[in-house]
């Protein structure tokens, strides 16, 4: 389906962006794990980044999760 990303496609994507390690690539797979069932949306994704870089509990800092925005956008454009 168009304009959305599921499981497989989207931890294809993290291994490609070089700041992302492992443990945190796990830990993406993880949050996004329930909004990759039905396919990540572009609202999705700009809602899940959002809550992520306010959280200052989290294992990324602002700089990776953007990161991540721009390449999955790249990906649902």
Known sequence: MA???????FNEI???IPDISTE?????????QKDL???LTEFD??????????????QLDRWELES???KILERLA
Do not use: C, M, T
């Not at 304009?3 to 496609?9: F, H, L, N, T, V």
């Open 3 to 9: 304009g959305r990303i599921y499981r497989y496609e």
């Open 14 to 16: 993290l291994k490609k």
């Open 24 to 32: 945190e690539r796990a830990y993406l797979n993880q949050v996004f």
């Open 37 to 39: 069932i039905d396919g």
């Open 45 to 58: 994704l700009r809602q899940k980044i959002n809550s992520l870089s306010y959280n200052q509990e989290d």
């Open 68 to 70: 991540v925005k721009k």
